[in-house]
């Protein structure tokens, strides 16, 4: 019904920046919220950032100052730019989507994306 599909990790240096793309795609839908979540080997995912319908914007403290979270919902997108990163950002970045279909609401990932920051 509902399909995100991330795209824009790769391996950057340590202060350098990197920019995600999450494209929702679908029939019928209406996204209350997006996000981005991250998982680092052998540690729980953590929320790193959300928009809500609203626009409000959320941030882990990690990552707030550095990281931006915007949206085009025309597009259904959501992007995350990433500026002065830090190899502790070195993680899979999920994006995350709360979609509502008819009156049902649904929690919905993406397939995720590999962010590796070394020198």
């Known amino acids: 019904q509902v399909q995100l599909v991330e795209s824009g990790g790769g391996l950057v240096q340590p202060g350098g920046s990197l920019r995600l793309s999450c494209a929702a795609s679908?029939?019928?839908?209406?996204?209350?919220?997006m996000g981005w979540y991250r998982q680092a080997p052998g540690k729980e995912r953590e929320l790193v950032t959300t928009i809500t319908s609203g626009g409000n914007t959320n941030y882990a403290a990690s990552v707030k100052g550095r990281f931006t979270i915007s949206r085009d919902s025309a597009k259904n997108t959501v992007y995350l730019q990433m500026n002065s990163l830090k190899p502790e950002d070195t993680a899979v970045y999920y994006c995350?989507?709360?979609?509502?279909?008819?009156?049902?609401?649904?929690?919905?990932w993406g397939q995720g994306t590999q962010v590796t920051v070394s020198s």
């Open positions: 679908g029939n019928n839908f209406k996204i209350n919220a």
């Open positions: 995350n989507a709360e979609v509502i279909i008819t009156t049902y609401g649904y929690d919905y």
